[in-house]
């Protein structure tokens, strides 16, 4: 076999392959989102310039801003057991981070200083009134470097199993861009993302770290979160790459030092919680902390009552 002929078969074998990833792609995609769990009727959508985000708006009173993990998997959806009963009392709104859930996912690298910026502009334009904010996990930062660039937007800030204060200040490593490059490759990079989210790696996550008693999980839950990971297929990714390459992060020391009112609630089976709450409080000795009991990194999940028990005391 000549050369020309051996280049041939390659370039058509590589072809083949690259076609085999594209198939498998869409059909991990389809197969997540058939269900359209996270589908919301009452939901609006703010005309943001860096795209359209998603939100809804429920209840009557002072305005409650819910802001769900920054991870691809995450959205709104994960704060459905507590939003009516917030919305007693309140104007409740939560919002699908741009990149993820419902919202646009434009082809960017995503930053804590580009979600500041959404974040602000969403209260100026659309709450137009001074907020508290719940936070879960690692939009603590969001929250955190929101409130210090703009704090006449914020009262009362509230971080639901926080990302620590050293955690958050980790910027991107030496091997960062070359995983960004791998991500970004067509086909490829969708493919290595696929296998890094897979629902069998969130149910592990589900039953080892998120949730406490693993037999009380609804399958709903666990098929809302795996949904929302591919919901636009390819632009699922640019999240989860710009996470994983450390470019969410921010020096959140001084932030922590200067706001007044923040709270911090940990579920109380959560191993690190003690010892984050304890790296802010040696920051600022004035935050409030409170755990729930029976509950990991999900406690508006798994204990919603005992949950809205503690905000409806942080709030009042």
């Known amino acids: ?18 076609t085999a990833l ?15 769990i996270t589908a919301n009727s009452d939901e609006l959508v703010y005309e943001w310039k860096f795209g359209k985000v998603a939100y809804t ?40 981070l741009l990149g993820c859930g419902h919202s646009e ?27 508290d904010i719940i936070t879960s996990k690692d939009s603590s930062t969001i929250a955190l470097m929101s409130a210090i660039s703009n704090p006449l937007a914020y009262d009362n800030i509230v971080l639901i199993n926080p990302q620590s204060p050293m955690d958050a200040k980790k910027g991107p490593d030496h091997y960062s861009r070359y995983r960004k490059c791998m991500l970004n490759i067509p086909v490829i990079g969708t493919f290595i993302y696929n296998m890094c989210v ?32 591919h919901i636009g297929g390819a632009k699922a990714k640019y999240v989860y790459l710009s996470k994983d390459c450390g470019y969410t992060t921010a020096e959140i020391s001084r932030a922590v030092k200067t706001l007044n009112k923040i709270s911090i609630i ?6 690190s919680g003690k010892d984050i709450a304890q790296q802010f409080l040696n920051i600022n000795p004035t935050i409030s902390t409170y755990q729930v009991t029976n509950s990991k990194l999900l406690p508006q999940l798994e204990q919603p009552l005992e949950l809205n028990k503690i905000l409806k005391k942080i709030l009042k």
């Open 22 to 36: 594209h198939l498998i792609n869409k059909k991990i995609a389809k197969t997540a989102t058939q269900k359209d």
């Open 198 to 229: 897979r629902r069998d790696f969130f149910e592990r996550d589900f039953t080892s770290k998120n949730f406490y008693n693993k037999h009380y999980i609804n399958k709903e839950w666990l098929e809302a979160f795996n949904e929302t990971a």
């Open 57 to 96: 708006k429920s209840g009557k009173g002072s305005p409650v801003l819910l802001l769900h993990d920054l991870s691809p998997e995450a959205s709104s959806y994960e704060w459905k057991r507590i939003k009516k009963a917030l919305a007693e009392n309140h104007t409740v709104y939560t919002i699908d």
């Open 105 to 131: 996912k434009p082809d960017i690298i995503y930053t804590i200083y580009m979600y500041t910026q959404l974040l602000n502009d969403f209260i100026l334009n659309v709450i137009n009134k001074r907020v």
């Open 1 to 18: 076999m000549n050369k020309c002929r051996k280049l041939g078969f390659a370039v058509a074998a590589c072809g083949a392959s690259i």
């Open 266 to 271: 940990n579920g109380k089976e959560n191993a």
